[in-house]
């Protein structure tokens, strides 16, 4: 009598899945199809092709994957792209152009807030986004007063906390992003005098 093997091999080896996502990243519509498991800087940087945004720790802990989703300030190697299909993504590339820098882009040159630049571009996102916090009343873990969120070096410190620089412009960029605070302030109180 012959015995039948009760376990048969599977006919085809497991494809992984693929799913339909569109990111709407600078204002440009990217439709891609990826596995799910693709994290939102993976889809910026080797599908959409926007190299801008870096990966460093890859790990949530260094801050050079910062980029700007509908607004805030989001880690891109921390989540996934399918996550944030029809969603607006900024990236440093959306900031500004070389010929039509963004404030902030402009101070950092000018207060040598770059140094070797590989964690300029999370920096500068984190920027945009926490002064766009601060404006909007939004406390950090360092705000005295819940009812009163200002600018402040401390305010700032904390908020950017998350983006380490290896070259130290820690001070350069405190500067730069408290020069474009102060200019916008102005800004404001001139538009609201007239």
Known sequence: MSQTNARTPAPHPHQPSTQGVTLSVNGQEHSLTLDPRVT??????????????????????CGACTVLVDGTRVLSCLTLAV????????????????????????????????QCGYCTPGQLCSSVGTLDEIARGVPSHVTADLNDVSFSADELRERLSGNICRCAAYPNIIAAVSEVHAAQNGAAAQEAAQ
Do not use: N, S, W
């Open 40 to 61: 939102l800087l993976d889809a910026l940087r080797e599908h959409a092709h926007l190299t801008g945004t870096k990966k460093g720790c890859d790990h949530g802990q």
């Open 83 to 114: 996550m944030h299909d029809g969603q607006e993504v900024t990236t440093v590339e959306g900031l500004g152009t070389p010929d039509d820098l963004h404030p902030l882009q402009d101070a950092f040159i000018r207060h040598d807030g770059y």
